[in-house]
């Protein structure tokens, strides 16, 4: 009888290994799923920066330093045959922005491992690092001229003996618009190491090239560095024999970036060409080095172009630009304009640098499943190969099948986004689905790895862990919806004054997409975002009950007292076409604490301590408003943050809260009726 008994159990036990191992997404026994301690490890690169001579890339690797709550970041080699890779340095702190000597001799880089982040150099090949600078407020961005002998940086001005009295005498106190401190040019003899101010004044200096000849540099300024005083920066050449200043560009709106053409005879900049508007297009401008007519030449590409680099024979520029969910490097003809795109895929190209002769370009890829690496191509013929393999540890792991999806909104507008599908995704199976919107508004998806945390700028915080979240059965969408970049000024324009309007509609009707499509579970749909994704989270879950969970990071809930605490009045200025006592009813109306007694939704609410862009009190007044409806709700602040939550244990922290938030709430299907105010 024993024997029965354990015969029928051991039946019933391989029958039920049978059944576990078919109900098992494929491949899960070859691979595991994403975990957020895989984030966390994941190297990101930043930047790569070619040799003159094309035969070599420098590039940045920085990874989370969990035992300092920090970052470190080390700059290494690659031959561009795919040959030898080493690292170059391995001091503590962070060592980037590493530029090349013209020679290909020596390599110049920032590191803060003295304390402010100085100029130091290197042999590319062999050789200890030796300290440039020691400027009191540390250096800001370089260049060097084009005979190698001199470097060209920008450095904040230090402070006054003065204000250090004050400050002696008073503490730590903000005079709001008082004592800012100016962006001025200064020049280092590189041998010597003797520095000397060029550039003096009222006005602070946004970047800087130098004239093929060396004896001139070209840059923008504006009158201070605030954010609104963008839309004042114009463009000057400076004199290194006498510090003579010109101005050669003067008008409305933002010109920056200036480049001087290898012939000497041209400067190309970025420009919103004279207009004054947030979010229009900006454009490749070219002015005589002398100064005298503006030519845009870029007006066939309906985007926004933050910077451009010259061909060799000046005839051309080239830049990167949006198109949809990737970014791709175009051509510009300076003659007729004449526009050419020269990449192409579902990828992410960011961070071009050439060779001297322009025949050789190295520049970083994401896509969907890979964070950034490294890629060089001959110019003549494009043809990317890569050349670094930075983390590993991902090619092991299980990752959700992310897909371009799109659909049509109320008004038959074309809406555009990501779908990343659940691991081990079943056709007929539905899912909880999250979705994610991006912040902005006039920011976008694209196709690249996400989140990778760290790097020079980490994209604000990154605090939901996708592909994890797709590993514990969740599908998730990242809409695109009117008032995005990389669909034309039109699209980009489209929710001005209208904010929570179509932008909304957009938005939920990409939500019943994913639903008709069969993949999302209409009783489990959660909401997310950060900056103006967590305001978007906050309204939507005010005009409708659907979502039974949301998170929300750095968000606006009230946006009367926003305009007066932000940093950013003039872009709410822009667009709710007024201030708060012009057009108070559509601020209030726009405002989710005006309707905050329909939600329903639990409300996770994450933000900085020190955010300037979106002040504290915009989460503690939704928060108190929740709490006093008593709708579960958690709010954390993390402390000495900004905008952008840059302490890898707080991002870390941010993730594992946003994981567990949307499992306790979307695991198993909810009964509450759906319906929207």
């Not at 930047?47 to 070599?56: F, K, L, T, V, Y």
């Amino acid at each position: 009888m024993k024997k029965g008994i354990v015969s029928f159990c051991l039946v019933c036990l391989a029958s039920a290994l049978v059944s576990y191992a078919k109900a098992l997404p494929k491949d899960l026994g070859k691979k595991d799923c994403v975990q957020i301690d895989h984030i966390m490890a994941i190297k990101n690169i930043p930047e790569a920066q070619i040799s003159p001579d094309g035969r070599h890339i420098a590039y940045v690797i920085s990874q989370a330093n969990l035992e300092k709550n920090g970052y470190d970041s080390d700059i290494w080699i690659v031959a561009t045959d795919g040959g030898r890779r080493f690292k170059l340095t391995n001091g503590p702190g962070r060592d980037d922005r590493p530029r090349w000597s013209p020679d290909g001799s020596t390599i110049a880089f920032l590191s803060d491992r003295l304390g402010k982040s100085q100029i130091w150099l290197i042999p590319p090949f062999g050789g200890e690092a030796r300290t440039l600078t020691r400027f009191d407020s540390g250096v800001y961005s370089f260049s060097w001229s084009s005979d190698g002998t001199k470097i060209a940086c920008l450095q904040p001005d230090p402070k006054t003996v003065e204000e250090r009295k004050v400050q002696k005498d008073s503490g730590d106190i903000i005079c709001v618009d008082q004592d800012m401190k100016m962006n001025h040019v200064h020049i280092i003899d590189v041998s010597t190491g003797k520095t000397r101010k060029l550039t003096k004044g009222e006005f602070s200096v946004d970047s800087l090239s130098w004239s093929p000849d060396g004896e001139a540099i070209v840059f923008s300024a504006r009158p201070s560095p605030k954010i609104s005083d963008m839309f004042n920066a114009d463009i000057y050449t400076v004199s290194l024999k006498d510090g003579f200043i010109q101005k050669i560009v003067e008008r409305d709106g933002a010109d920056a970036s200036p480049v001087w053409s290898p012939d000497g005879k041209s400067i190309a900049f970025v420009s919103m060409d004279g207009r004054l508007e947030w979010i229009a297009n900006w454009y490749i401008c070219v002015v005589s080095a002398e100064g005298g007519k503006i030519q845009n030449i870029s007006q066939r590409f309906d985007g926004f172009i933050t910077s451009c680099t010259w061909s060799a024979d000046s005839q051309s520029l080239y830049f990167p630009g949006n198109k949809g969910v990737t970014t791709q490097l175009f051509t510009v003809a300076v003659e007729n304009g004449e526009l050419k795109q020269m990449t192409s895929g579902l990828r992410v190209y960011r961070n071009f640098s050439f060779s001297g002769a322009r025949d050789m370009v190295a520049f970083l890829v994401s896509e969907s499943t890979t964070p950034a690496e490294v890629y060089v191509s001959a110019m003549q013929s494009f043809e990317p190969r890569r050349l670094t393999r930075t983390n590993p540890h991902l090619d092991s792991l299980l990752l959700g099948n992310t897909e371009v999806i799109q659909w049509q909104s109320f008004d038959g507008l074309d809406i555009e986004g990501l779908l990343i599908k659940p691991v081990g995704f079943e056709p007929g199976k539905r899912y909880p689905l999250l979705t994610y919107v991006h912040g902005g508004p006039s920011a976008k998806f694209g196709k690249s790895f996400s989140p990778q945390i760290g790097g020079s700028s980490p994209v604000q915080g990154e605090s939901y862990p996708l592909h994890v979240l797709a590993g514990e059965g969740f599908a998730i969408l990242l809409p695109n919806p009117r008032g995005s970049y990389g669909y034309g000024e039109q699209f980009r324009m489209a929710n001005v004054g209208d904010w929570g309007g179509g932008d909304y509609r957009d938005i939920m009707a990409g939500v019943d997409h994913v639903i008709e499509m069969g993949i999302a579970d209409p009783g489990r749909l959660g909401i997310m975002g950060r900056s103006y994704g967590g305001y978007m989270t906050s309204w939507i879950i005010t005009q409708t009950s659907r979502f039974k969970a949301a998170s929300l990071g750095a968000g606006m809930a009230n946006l009367i007292s926003f305009y007066g605490q932000t940093d950013i009045p003039g872009y709410m200025e822009y667009y709710f076409k007024g201030s708060p006592w012009t057009t108070r009813e559509e601020y209030e109306k726009r405002s989710p604490i005006t309707h905050a007694m329909n939600v329903q939704t639990p409300t996770l609410i994450e933000h900085g301590e020190r955010d300037a862009r979106v002040p504290l009190p915009q989460a503690r007044e939704f928060y108190r408003a929740l709490k006093k409806k008593g709708v579960p709700v958690e709010f954390i602040i993390y402390p000495r943050q900004g905008h952008s939550v840059r302490e890898p244990l707080f991002q870390r922290d941010m993730m594992r809260r946003n994981l567990r938030w949307f499992i306790r709430w979307l695991k198993s299907p909810l009964s509450d009726t759906n319906r929207d105010f």
